[in-house]
Structure formats: structure tokens, C-alpha cells
């Protein structure tokens, strides 16, 4: 390399240690190989000298000073028999330790060699091998303990879930009543987060933190992140990334605690904050959670081929990773490869222990594809592999509910009693889905409304409230509620569907056209919109434009129980265009039992189909079967002074249409 090369790269180099975060990055990788023995120190020292670059010569002063520390701990690494690592790929293992600085810090002793200890048998990655973990701390890293902290390092080790309480003694207090102490500060808060009491619960953070950074601010951070989860848990998003943001100030370097930030920043919709947060978890040492939380953002903003990209990124760099492979399953599903993701799930299944995640996956994947039974198998299986965890069950309740088998739905909500009053928030949103189906739109109601007296800050419920009074029917009161949310909530992005719905249902059909994507459907939400537009074009007269859609869906959808929704909309542009046996033909190409909550809509076309311009005659007559069905539709057309024309029936039946969406 020429002399003026060297010196821009010097120059950069220097830049680039003014960041703490790339400057750690760069110790990190330094401190976890030996220079070479004919390495030119001499000649590398005097010529950063001479272009006075401070930070940089300070840096390389210190590694060389230190290269016999560093030779040492390299060494004993290097000395770790390869059967400590029981097949896994050693060199995968030493790249993560490197990561997470633990050369540098044994090296250096800057980081403080407990801690360290307690980094490593904590990080996400390694845990997933344990035993080889323990084994290494044993061999190798376990020279460098702090010998008057030992009773630290021994709780870390075999307790590291109640990890939470400092070393030595804080203002008198033993380290176990310290621990104790925090515990019950702890569980005071999270009693008053669930209530919502905002002021008592700062108070009562501060009061912990002040405890905790008199003896390890390390720890602080995992108590303001464990706090943060149950805040999430109750439905209060805002709680969860105000004590996320004050871990990550209190300890810039934790990973998880910016991986959790990022998290929520995600499930906010502030998705370039979320990726700062994960740039930031990566450098501190936790890439796979970083690459897991890119590939979502990708995956919830339809970018298919980025969210693929990371999280094969993600699989190739930890190939025995179960999340980062069943994540990659998810996308697949997301985005409609159902084959792939069965056939990622059937391998998860088949080369790992049996996984709740793996099972549950592929029992919603065999349920898109139609094959219901094998999937309420999968996720039975699911269920009973998931010890007081109420998702499995929740999924399974859904399940039900989406095949018309309700009381089975409801009795899997009643499970819920049996568990943490923390997910009463995810069961009874499951209910009130449950009843809103069955139309009981007031018992619905009810219970909506008493979970928002209870989580007010839970956006899942403002959007099922006025998705509960689209469907019955209250098209402005539903209105309202979407524009609230709109107004109110960053992540009203989930709600534009709805809204769009809405104001088709109100007659603001330009207002709706733009809420909804041009692209080509890629997700689930994207069928629907497209099914939505379809609903559009008729309502403006533009039939052909209308069918195609229709035709699109009906023939690319690849969820099984979305078809029937096109062929309905096909069915409806075919009876406008009084091709009556077009119309039933349509109908009579899928098979409605794939989507029973739509079968009723489907006898209705069909009678109209069957009967054709006698349908009018036979509605006057109360010929038509006294279901649901038929009855909202008589009370509909009862409840208009005019008499009934075939083409105020094909409104209505437009109408009703729509509020299934």
C-alpha cells in the first residue's frame, strides 16, 4: 500500500474511533488474536506519531503493551480439548465470544472479568449450548474470575434467571437481601403498571434505580427490561419503551436491552428507530437478534426479498439456531410460500426436539393451505409442549373460530382462567373475536369494552372495537373509532384496511382508493385490499375491471380461505351483469366449507343465482330460507319505504359483503 494510502486509511481510522460503539467493535476483534512475532511495532507507532493521531496511536500503544496478556488468554482458548465443543463448530463458538468482548476484557481487565463470566453464560446465542458454555467458562475462562466475588459468579452460573442483585453489600445489605429487596421493589411495580398508575410507578422506578446503580448498573438494566416485558404483557406499549430507553442509558453496552428497544420500537411501527437499536444490539454482541429484528421490519413493510436476506444471513451464520429457522418460516408463510414454509417447518421438526414454535408454525401453515384437521393436530401438539403459555392457545381458539366451531373456541378461552391474570388481555380479545363472529355483537361489545377500562393503552383493542362496529353495521360510529386511532396511535398503518372499508361503506370511495397499495399482493393483507378495490370498481359500475380482480384473487390467492371472498365478489359482478348461471357456476368452483364464517353469504348469492330475477318475488314472499342470512337481509329491506327492486337487493347483498372483509 503507498504512503498516502496508508495515511487516508490512518486518517479514517481515527474518525472512526471517535464513535464508542465502532470503537469497541474495533478492541473487540484486536484484543481476540495475537500480532504476529514479526510484527513492526516500532515502525507502525512512529508513524502514527508523526501524523498525530492521538486516538489511534493510544489504541495501538496499549494493544502492544498488552500483547502478552493477549497471547496468554489466546493460548488457553487455543488449548480447549475439541471435545469441549460436542460437535459444534468451535471456530462458530470462538467468533460469538469475540463478540461479545470477552478477549478484550480478559485481556485488558477493563470490563470487570465477572462480569464477563456473566456476560457469556448469559448470552442468548451460547445458551442455546449450555453445556458447552459451562465447559468453557471451566477450561478456559474461569482463570480469570474475581476471587473475592465468587459467590457471584456461582449464582450467575446456576441461577441466572434470579441474576438480579449485587455482588457485594449495598449500604449494609447483604447481597441476598439486596436481591430480595429488588425482587419485591420489582413485583410492586409491575402491580402498579398493570393498575396505571403513572406517577406511582415512576416514583417507584426511580427509587429502584437509584438502589441498583450503588452497586451494578449491569443489573439495573435486566430489572428495567424485565419490567418492560410486563408492561408490554398488559398492553401498555409507551410503559415498555420508556424503560427500555432508560436501560439502554444506563447501560449503553447491554444488547438485549436494545434488541428489546428495537423490539418495541417495532411493534410502535417506528421502524428506523428500531433499526438504530439493532445496529446498536449487533455491535454490542448480539447479532442474531439483530438480524431476526431487521428481517421482521423488512417482512411488516413487504420487502420480501430484505427480510429473506437477513434472515438467511441469521441461519447461515447459527445454523443450529431453532428461532432464527422457524422465524425464516414465518416469512415464508407471510408471504404466501406456504410449501416452503411447510417444508421448513416438517425440517425443524424433524432434526431438533420437539419445538412449540415448529408445531404451532406448521399447524397455521396446513390450515392456510386448507388441511384443518392436521393442522388442530400440530397445534394440540403445540399446546401441550407450552407450559403456561397462553399463545399456543389463543392460536388454537382463533383456529376454531375461523371454522364456525365456536363453543370449542370458547371453552379453549376458558382455559385462560387457569393461567397468569397477565394474558386475561390475549383471552379475552380472543373471546370477543369469538363473539363477534357468532354476531353477538353486544355480548362483543361488552367485553371489549371492559378490557379497555383495564389496558387503555392497548392499541389491539381500539382497532377491534371499530373493527366489531364495521361489521355490525355502525359504518360512522366504526369511522370514528378508525380516524381516533389514526390520530392517536403511530400504528394505525394496521388499521388502513379497515378504514378503507369503512369509507367504501359510506360512500367515500375516493377516500378509501387511497388508503389502499398498488403493488402486486404479496401478504395476506394485501389479498384483502385487493379484494377491497374489487368492491370499489363495482360500487363505481367498472364491472370488467372489478371481475379481474376478482378473477386474480380467485385463481393466485395462495390462502384457501380467502378464495371464497373473491368468488363472492366474482359472483356479485356476474348477477349485476344478470349472468345468472355465470354467477352460479362461480360459486360452484370452490368450496365454501374451506371459509364456513362466509358460507352464509354464499347461500345467499346462491339463492339469488338459482332464482334470478324471481329472487325479488320470492324475498316479498319470505320464500328464502329463514338463516341469518335471509333475515338481516328482509330487515334490511324492511326497514326502506321503497319497494324492492332487484338492483336495491344487489346493494344490499354488496353491502353485507363488505362487512365480512
Same mark, same amino acid.
Given at each position: 500500500?503507498?504512503?498516502?494510502?496508508?495515511?487516508?486509511?490512518?486518517?479514517?481510522?481515527?474518525?472512526?474511533?471517535?464513535?464508542?460503539?465502532?470503537?469497541?467493535?474495533?478492541?473487540?476483534?484486536?484484543?481476540?488474536?495475537?500480532?504476529?512475532?514479526?510484527?513492526?511495532?516500532?515502525?507502525?507507532?512512529?508513524?502514527?506519531?508523526?501524523?498525530?493521531?492521538?486516538? @489511534?496511536?493510544?489504541?495501538?500503544?496499549?494493544?502492544?503493551?498488552?500483547?502478552?496478556?493477549?497471547?496468554?488468554?489466546?493460548?488457553?482458548?487455543?488449548?480447549?480439548? &475439541?471435545?469441549?465443543?460436542?460437535?459444534?463448530?468451535?471456530?462458530?463458538?470462538?467468533?460469538?465470544?469475540?463478540?461479545?468482548?470477552?478477549?478484550?476484557?480478559?485481556?485488558?481487565?477493563?470490563?470487570?472479568?465477572?462480569?464477563?463470566? !456473566?456476560?457469556?453464560?448469559?448470552?442468548?446465542?451460547?445458551?442455546?449450548?449450555?453445556?458447552?458454555?459451562?465447559?468453557?467458562?471451566?477450561?478456559?475462562?474461569?482463570?480469570?474470575?474475581?476471587?473475592?466475588?465468587?459467590? !457471584?459468579?456461582?449464582?450467575?452460573?446456576?441461577?441466572?434467571?434470579?441474576?438480579?442483585?449485587?455482588?457485594?453489600?449495598?449500604d449494609g445489605v447483604s447481597g441476598f437481601n439486596a436481591f430480595q429487596q429488588v425482587k419485591k421493589q420489582v413485583s410492586q411495580i409491575k402491580s402498579e403498571i398493570a393498575l396505571g398508575n403513572d406517577e406511582k410507578v415512576r416514583r417507584l422506578v426511580s427509587d429502584l434505580a437509584s438502589f441498583q446503580k450503588r452497586s451494578r448498573r449491569d443489573l439495573l438494566s435486566k430489572s428495567l427490561c424485565d419490567l418492560a416485558s410486563?408492561?408490554?404483557?398488559?398492553?401498555?406499549?409507551?410503559?415498555?419503551?420508556?424503560?427500555?430507553?432508560?436501560?439502554?442509558?444506563?447501560?449503553?453496552?447491554?444488547?438485549?436491552?436494545?434488541?428489546?428497544?428495537?423490539?418495541? @420500537?417495532?411493534?410502535?411501527?417506528? !421502524?428506523?428507530?428500531?433499526?438504530?437499536?439493532?445496529?446498536?444490539?449487533?455491535?454490542?454482541?448480539?447479532?442474531?437478534?439483530?438480524?431476526?429484528?431487521?428481517?421482521?421490519?423488512?417482512?411488516?413493510?413487504?420487502?420480501?426479498?430484505?427480510?429473506?436476506?437477513?434472515?438467511?444471513?441469521?441461519?447461515?451464520?447459527?445454523?443450529?439456531?431453532?428461532?432464527?429457522?422457524?422465524?425464516?418460516?414465518?416469512?415464508?408463510?407471510?408471504?404466501?410460500?406456504?410449501?416452503?414454509?411447510?417444508?421448513?417447518?416438517?425440517?425443524?421438526?424433524?432434526?431438533?426436539?420437539?419445538?412449540?414454535?415448529?408445531?404451532?408454525?406448521?399447524?397455521?401453515?396446513?390450515?392456510?393451505?386448507?388441511?384443518?384437521?392436521?393442522?388442530?393436530?400440530?397445534?394440540?401438539?403445540?399446546?401441550?409442549?407450552?407450559?403456561? &403459555?397462553?399463545?399456543?392457545?389463543?392460536?388454537?381458539?382463533?383456529?376454531?373460530?375461523?371454522? $364456525?366451531?365456536?363453543?370449542?373456541?370458547?371453552?379453549?378461552?376458558?382455559?385462560?382462567?387457569?393461567?397468569?391474570?397477565?394474558?386475561?388481555l390475549g383471552f379475552g380479545a380472543a373471546k370477543s373475536r369469538i363473539l363477534r363472529d357468532m354476531r353477538d355483537w353486544v355480548r362483543s361489545r361488552q367485553v371489549l369494552e371492559e378490557l379497555k377500562q383495564d389496558f387503555p393503552k392497548d392499541f389491539s383493542l381500539w382497532l377491534a372495537s371499530a373493527d366489531l362496529e364495521r361489521r355490525s353495521g355502525y359504518f360512522k360510529k366504526a369511522l370514528g373509532l378508525y380516524l381516533?386511532?389514526?390520530?392517536?396511535?403511530?400504528?394505525?398503518?394496521?388499521?388502513?384496511? $379497515?378504514?378503507?372499508?369503512?369509507?367504501?361503506?359510506?360512500?367515500?370511495?375516493?377516500?378509501? @382508493?387511497?388508503?389502499?397499495n398498488d403493488w402486486q399482493p404479496s401478504t395476506r393483507a394485501d389479498w384483502v385490499a385487493s379484494h377491497l378495490k374489487g368492491m370499489i370498481y363495482i360500487k363505481r359500475g367498472d364491472l370488467e375491471a372489478a371481475a379481474s380482480i376478482f378473477r386474480s384473487g380467485l385463481d393466485g390467492c395462495p390462502w384457501v380461505q380467502q378464495r371464497p371472498y373473491f368468488a363472492s365478489g366474482l359472483a356479485s359482478v356476474k348477477l349485476?351483469?344478470?349472468?345468472?348461471?355465470?354467477?352460479?357456476?362461480?360459486?360452484?368452483?370452490?368450496?365454501?366449507?374451506?371459509?364456513?364464517?362466509?358460507?352464509?353469504? !354464499?347461500?345467499?348469492?346462491?339463492?339469488?343465482?338459482?332464482?334470478?330475477?324471481?329472487?325479488?318475488?320470492?324475498?316479498?314472499?319470505?320464500?328464502?330460507?329463514?338463516?341469518?342470512?335471509?333475515?338481516?337481509?328482509? &330487515?334490511?329491506?324492511?326497514?326502506?319505504?321503497?319497494?324492492?327492486?332487484?338492483?336495491?337487493?344487489?346493494?344490499?347483498?354488496?353491502?353485507?359483503?363488505?362487512?365480512?372483509?
Open positions: 500500500m503507498s504512503m498516502p494510502s496508508r495515511e487516508r486509511c490512518a486518517l479514517l481510522a481515527e474518525e472512526c474511533l471517535a464513535d464508542d460503539v465502532a470503537r469497541l467493535f474495533v478492541l473487540h476483534r484486536l484484543y481476540s488474536k495475537a500480532l504476529p512475532a514479526d510484527f513492526p511495532a516500532r515502525e507502525v507507532s512512529e508513524f502514527l506519531g508523526a501524523l498525530h493521531l492521538d486516538a @489511534l496511536e493510544e489504541l495501538f500503544d496499549t494493544l502492544v503493551m498488552r500483547q502478552t496478556s493477549v497471547r496468554s488468554c489466546v493460548s488457553a482458548w487455543d488449548d480447549i480439548p &475439541d471435545e469441549t465443543f460436542d460437535g459444534v463448530d468451535r471456530n462458530e463458538v470462538r467468533a460469538r465470544v469475540s463478540k461479545l468482548g470477552a478477549f478484550y476484557e480478559f485481556a485488558s481487565i477493563e470490563g470487570g472479568s465477572n462480569n464477563t463470566l !456473566f456476560k457469556l453464560l448469559s448470552d442468548p446465542v451460547l445458551r442455546s449450548h449450555a453445556a458447552i458454555t459451562r465447559k468453557i467458562v471451566e477450561f478456559w475462562a474461569s482463570k480469570y474470575k474475581e476471587k473475592p466475588k465468587s459467590r !457471584f459468579f456461582e449464582f450467575a452460573r446456576d441461577s441466572l434467571a434470579q441474576a438480579d442483585f449485587p455482588p457485594d453489600e449495598v410486563f408492561a408490554k404483557s398488559v398492553g401498555d406499549l409507551e410503559r415498555s419503551i420508556e424503560l427500555e430507553k432508560m436501560a439502554v442509558q444506563e447501560v449503553p453496552n447491554d444488547a438485549w436491552a436494545h434488541i428489546q428497544l428495537g423490539n418495541s @420500537l417495532v411493534a410502535k411501527g417506528e !421502524f428506523p428507530a428500531a433499526m438504530e437499536e439493532f445496529r446498536l444490539g449487533e455491535m454490542y454482541g448480539d447479532e442474531r437478534s439483530a438480524l431476526i429484528g431487521r428481517a421482521e421490519i423488512f417482512k411488516q413493510i413487504g420487502q420480501k426479498a430484505n427480510s429473506l436476506e437477513a434472515i438467511e444471513r441469521c441461519v447461515n451464520l447459527f445454523p443450529t439456531d431453532i428461532v432464527a429457522r422457524n422465524f425464516r418460516a414465518s416469512v415464508y408463510a407471510h408471504f404466501g410460500d406456504l410449501q416452503d414454509a411447510l417444508l421448513e417447518y416438517n425440517s425443524i421438526i424433524e432434526e431438533s426436539l420437539p419445538n412449540a414454535f415448529a408445531f404451532s408454525g406448521r399447524a397455521g401453515v396446513h390450515h392456510d393451505l386448507g388441511n384443518f384437521e392436521r393442522g388442530l393436530i400440530d397445534q394440540d401438539l403445540a399446546v401441550s409442549l407450552s407450559v403456561d &403459555d397462553p399463545v399456543p392457545i389463543i392460536q388454537k381458539a382463533d383456529m376454531l373460530r375461523e371454522r $364456525g366451531m365456536f363453543s370449542a373456541a370458547l371453552s379453549c378461552v376458558d382455559q385462560g382462567k387457569l393461567l397468569d391474570h397477565r394474558w386475561r381516533s386511532i389514526e390520530e392517536n396511535f403511530i400504528q394505525a398503518r394496521a388499521a388502513r384496511v $379497515g378504514i378503507a372499508s369503512t369509507l367504501v361503506a359510506v360512500g367515500e370511495l375516493e377516500s378509501a @382508493l387511497n388508503y389502499l349485476r351483469e344478470r349472468s345468472y348461471s355465470s354467477a352460479l357456476e362461480v360459486l360452484n368452483s370452490v368450496n365454501p366449507n374451506v371459509a364456513p364464517l362466509f358460507s352464509p353469504s !354464499f347461500e345467499l348469492l346462491r339463492a339469488h343465482a338459482l332464482q334470478g330475477p324471481s329472487f325479488t318475488e320470492a324475498l316479498q314472499a319470505h320464500a328464502v330460507e329463514d338463516d341469518v342470512v335471509g333475515r338481516l337481509l328482509l &330487515d334490511e329491506l324492511t326497514r326502506t319505504p321503497i319497494s324492492i327492486t332487484e338492483e336495491h337487493i344487489l346493494d344490499v347483498e354488496w353491502s353485507y359483503l363488505l362487512t365480512l372483509a
